[in-house]
């Protein structure tokens, strides 16, 4: 950033301070969003099966009756998506484009990552870490790709290779949100994604970042592409779960 840029940043600041999105005090933070209600948003305690939702903390693998029910090995839940705050701070993140709402929201996968035992427990030799894409276009009008960015905040904490350009997402179907039903959300995301060509995925372990877990359809999809071109394990991590 050139030296104007940044004198008329600090103007910015000095005149007209940040707020917290969600109570209106004013931050010191470089993004809205205040300390005390930064720790109203609770975190889950630790990766579930994604078929019955119970705890794999003990456990490394799903739980026997649920082999075969998904792509997936593990899911990570940081947080609910009914805490107003968290909901809120995703909102303004993702459609009003303020982002350095992505600080406080890495910040949360991060905690809840170093407070996990099943993460502890994870061998990090051949880790990846992908984020789930955005079709193009629909990147270019938002201007980032959520997931992405989080992502490369948890894989610099880490010191985790990631790759932003395996996964591709070549079909812009329409939004899951407008989707009503499980069967309605299956059958929109189908086909969408594809493993860019000569990517080796062979006995990688991929942690399958993005922002919201709905009905999991999408993160279903993107996870047996992947698992079709080789990778492992897949470990999906999100912020919420809808």
């Known amino acids: 950033m050139n030296m104007p840029h940044r004198f008329f940043n600090f103007l910015l600041d000095l005149l ?18 205040c300390k005390d209600c930064f720790h109203q948003i609770s975190l889950f305690d630790d990766f579930i099966c994604p078929v019955c939702q119970k705890r794999l903390s003990n456990n490394k693998q799903k739980h026997r009756s649920c082999q075969g029910k998904t792509h997936l090995t593990a899911l990570g839940v940081v947080s609910s998506y009914e805490n107003s705050i ?6 303004y993140f993702k459609y009003k484009q303020i982002k350095s ?3 406080p929201l890495s910040l949360l996968v991060i905690q809840f990552l170093e407070s996990s035992f099943y993460f502890s427990q994870l061998p990090k030799n051949n880790l990846l ?23 490369k905040k948890v894989a610099d904490y880490f010191h985790f290779s990631i790759r932003s350009d395996t996964l591709l997402r070549v079909i812009n179907n329409p939004a899951q949100v407008t989707m009503r039903n499980t069967n309605d959300r299956k059958l929109n995301i189908q086909g969408v994604f594809q493993v860019k060509k000569g ?12 922002d919201v877990y709905t009905t999991g359809a999408t993160m279903e999809e993107a ?7 080789g990778a492992e394990k897949i470990i999906g991590l999100v912020l919420a779960r809808g």
């Open 16 to 33: 007209f301070p940040w707020q917290c999105l969600y109570c209106q005090k004013a931050v010191e933070n470089d993004y809205p969003l």
């Open 101 to 103: 709402l992505v600080q």
């Open 86 to 91: 968290l909901k809120e701070t995703i909102h």
């Open 129 to 151: 870490i992908i984020p789930l894409p955005l079709h193009l276009r629909k990147e270019k009008q938002r201007g980032f790709n959520q997931s992405e960015l989080i992502a």
């Open 223 to 229: 996870a047996k592409i992947l698992k079709l071109n």
């Open 199 to 210: 990517d080796n995925l062979k006995h990688k372990t991929i942690i399958l970042i993005d």
